[in-house]
């Protein structure tokens, strides 16, 4: 299966998964070109500076 993904650093990146509600996931980043997924997530439901919450869940 073939999957692509866009990395949202920005606000703007934020709200538009928000408003689209797209399914989102959490990584970490081990190296330079490696990730880890940290939870599979789901859809944003709230957003601010400091943290986002997906699934009911915050992540920072």
Do not use: P, W
Not at 3 to 8: A, N
Not at 16 to 24: F, K, M
């Amino acid at each position: 299966m073939n999957h692509t993904y866009k990395v949202l650093k920005s606000d703007i990146d934020l709200f538009a998964a928000t408003l689209s509600q797209v399914r989102v996931y959490v990584v970490q980043s081990l190296c330079e070109d490696l990730v880890s997924v940290v939870d599979y997530g789901g859809v944003v439901e709230k957003f601010s500076s400091k943290s986002v919450k997906i699934a009911g869940k915050y992540n920072m």
